[in-house]
């Protein structure tokens, strides 16, 4: 789901085209988006850089995005098993899904290292059930799985009343950025792997990705902070790219509706996003019609690279790799 801040007491987690082939992986650019086709259930598909020759991928989704590992050789994303989401590795088309049982999470999506040999997930406990109240008390920490032998351990300490969701490796594997939401909004934060400790990178920001030098990264702002809202008072969401430390921040784009899940193509020069249009339903959810978008590094050549009314569509990422480069969009 498109995450959102949410007061204390809420809960932070709570087909028109025709079937599409089963494929081995193309070479060239290639962009995996999640979808969610009515009459089939969530997809994982491939489309090139412009949309064109799309792919349904051998893998069946329990998550919102992938990730990929730096070669583009596997891919971390959720797995349904036993009626619970556990983390699933699968290869570069969707092949040999391996299920971690011991990884289960409960909100936002898993994120695979650059080396491709752990994955950082989240996992929430109750607390207690706030008296007089129909709401819940939950903390939350973010997890590590070692994918060769299952294992897993904390990363970072029991946060109470909050959430924190992974979103982005570092390239250079020691540092994972993510979303902290709690009772003032959600900021973007760094967590060094060495000592699970969290240093600020931006307030009023979710969904940090690093861009693949390391030297950038990309978030999403909302100017409204109401959870449910009308359609006409649906919150300006706004995409930035900042220094890697968070500093020099400019705004990209800037739209009514609903911005989420930033992802870099190979090259650095470009940047998708998914976008709920203002004219939809008002929805907090992604809906059917939505579209996963492209715009240059530099905030030029904004353009839609896919959209079927009859999908709903999610994250979406760039698969890395010699020759997987998009480059620059033209306009």
Request: charge should be neutral; hydrophobic fraction near 40%; charged fraction near 20%.
């Amino acid at each position: 789901m498109i995450r959102r801040a949410v007061p204390l007491a809420l809960a932070v987690f709570a087909i028109v085209l025709a079937p599409l082939a089963r494929a081995e992986a193309t070479s060239g650019p290639r962009l995996a988006i999640l979808t969610h086709n009515p009459c089939c259930g969530a997809e994982l598909i491939s489309v090139g850089p412009t949309g064109g020759a799309p792919q349904g991928l051998t893998v069946e989704p329990a998550s919102d995005r992938l990730t990929w590992s730096a070669d583009g050789s596997v891919m971390a994303l959720g797995a349904a098993r036993d009626g619970s989401r556990m983390v699933g590795i699968a290869g570069a088309d969707g092949d040999g899904l391996r299920f971690y049982p011991r990884a289960s999470f409960d909100s936002g999506d898993p994120v695979i290292a650059p080396d491709g040999r752990s994955v950082a997930f989240s996992r929430a406990q109750l607390v207690k059930v706030l008296p007089g109240r129909e709401s819940y008390l939950f903390k939350s920490s973010i997890w590590l799985l070692d994918i060769e032998d299952g294992s897993v351990r904390r990363l970072v300490r029991w946060r109470l009343a909050a959430g924190i969701e992974p979103t982005s490796f570092a390239p250079d594997g020691a540092t994972l950025a993510a979303t902290l939401f709690d009772r003032r909004g959600g900021r973007a934060v760094a967590v060094d792997l060495a000592s699970g400790r969290t240093t600020l990178l931006a307030r009023t920001a979710q969904d940090p990705v690093y861009s693949p030098d390391g030297s950038k990264l990309a978030f999403v702002r909302e100017r409204v902070r109401y959870f449910d809202l009308p359609k006409p008072n649906r919150p300006v969401s706004e995409l930035l790219v900042a220094d890697a430390d968070g500093s020099e921040a400019r705004r990209l784009l800037r739209r009514r509706g609903f911005i989420s899940w930033p992802g870099w193509d190979p090259s650095g020069s470009r940047l998708t996003f998914t976008y709920n249009p203002p004219d939809l339903t008002g929805s907090l959810e992604p809906e059917p019609g939505n579209e996963v978008m492209a715009i240059n590094a530099d905030g030029t050549c904004l353009t839609t690279v896919f959209s079927d009314p009859g999908l709903t569509l999610y994250g979406s990422a760039w698969q890395p790799g010699p020759g997987r480069e998009a480059g620059p969009i033209s306009c």
